[in-house]
């Protein structure tokens, strides 16, 4: 069923943009980058309409592939592993954009074994298992966002990233390019927890699945135990992503090198002076 296009639907107030079909779809631009210079200047802001983070796409209307169109978006980074798209029902593809395939993590890191462990750090109380589960998304996937980093260097036009729910890989590589452009912390988990706001119809649907899911009850428990963890993995809340960014230091680009990512650096800065981080235009 399409999404709601009432005018006092939070999916279409910014930085949300409303995509037939979708939820959880929004642009990462217009937040506040910290002035470092000593001369007064009109505060800058990442730039909006570049990139864009959301779900899997197997929803999508006919009028919402449109929309994408209207926004310029050409090219679409799904980070997703093997055994995540064949339960979506495989790829769907959008005539006129292009799909670029980058997986976080290879098919053998989503064992059964491995899947019970992530739902145990991202379900758990307190903040130190999401945090080693964020760590766990960047050491995997550095080749995934030197990909994208390298692309949002190039003078790029519109692109879109998403993994399953547009969320936790989503939002570990968006809390770091959004650090490395200058964006506090508090600002950077801000910006994840509103996936609060955009996963907030489909909650219900999730946990109901996730309580079905026999690794998640061996790993997580059954009855009022399981569903109060379920509910937790998909409350968003920014406390995660705060003790995350804070936990790295002050120089988050060494955090990139140190995953391996050859070639990260350098591109970052062409990001620093183009692509992402030259708007000056207000949030």
């Given at each position: ?10 999916l ?67 980070i997703r ?17 292009k ?30 298992g ?10 995997r ?42 964006v506090?912390p ?10 609060e ?9 999730v ?10 009850k ?17 409350t ?17 680009k ?11 650096g ?12 030259s ?5």
């Open positions: 069923m399409a999404e709601s296009t009432t005018a006092e639907d939070p279409h107030k910014p930085p949300f943009v409303p995509i037939d079909g979708l939820g959880n779809f929004r642009d990462i631009g217009g937040w506040a980058i910290a002035d470092t210079s000593t001369e007064p200047q009109a505060p800058a802001r990442v730039r909006k309409g570049i990139l864009y983070r959301g779900p899997d796409l197997g929803p999508i209307t006919t009028a919402g592939v449109q929309q994408l169109k209207d926004l310029g978006v050409g090219i679409i980074f799904d592993s093997v055994p995540q798209i064949v339960r979506a029902g495989g790829v769907k593809e959008l005539e006129g954009i799909r670029v395939w980058v997986p976080v993590f290879e098919e053998k890191e989503y064992t059964p074994e491995k899947a019970g462990l992530r739902y145990v750090q991202y379900s758990g109380d307190g903040t130190e999401i945090v080693q589960a964020f760590e766990e998304i960047l050491t996937g550095a080749h995934t966002f030197r990909t994208i980093l390298l692309y949002l260097s190039s003078s790029p036009t519109p692109c879109m990233m998403h993994c399953t729910t547009g969320n936790n890989r989503s939002g570990a590589f968006i809390g770091i390019l959004l650090s490395l452009l200058g506090s508090e600002d950077v988990a801000t910006e994840y927890a509103l996936s706001i955009g996963l907030a119809r489909g909650r219900d649907k946990v109901a699945r996730l309580l079905k899911n026999e690794k998640f061996e790993a997580c428990g059954s009855g009022e135990e399981g569903k109060r963890r379920a509910e937790r993995m998909v968003k809340h920014l406390y995660p992503l705060l003790s995350f960014t804070c936990s790295v230091g002050p120089d988050i060494c955090y990139i090198w140190s995953t391996g990512a050859s070639g990260v350098s591109c970052c800065e062409v990001i620093f002076s183009g692509g992402l981080g708007s000056t235009e207000p949030r």
